[in-house]
């Protein structure tokens, strides 16, 4: 059983920096991502990030924030800098098993206030 541990949620202001970590069980996973989703909106890709360090961003965050991982500690990182309001949401860590399956995290609150 996989286990993805989320932590470094919180409340800050706008223009300010939050990282997120997840630390996950098991196996070195080929692709660790984030998602989020906002209040009455669907869960949306915000970054992943392959075993061999290749990122993809949605085009909201990109210049913003930087995904990271280090596999010795089968951890992915989200630095997130200047933030804004519209980033609020619960961030969710995945890591996908196949084209329509993944484990999820428990997910991080993430509140940015004006």
């Known amino acids: 059983q996989v286990q993805l541990v989320e932590s470094g949620g919180g409340l800050v202001q706008a223009g300010g920096s939050l990282r997120l970590s997840c630390a996950a069980s098991?196996?070195?996973?080929?692709?660790m991502g984030w998602y989020r989703q906002a209040p009455g909106k669907q869960r949306e890709l915000v970054a992943t990030i392959t075993n061999g360090g290749r990122t993809n961003y949605a085009d909201s965050v990109k210049g913003r924030f930087t995904i990271s991982r280090d596999n010795a500690k089968n951890t992915v990182y989200l630095f997130m800098n200047s933030l804004k309001p519209e980033d609020t949401a619960v961030y969710y860590c995945t890591v996908p098993t196949s084209s329509t399956t993944a484990y999820w995290g428990q997910g991080t609150q993430v509140t940015v206030s004006s």
């Open positions: 098991g196996s070195i996973f080929a692709i």
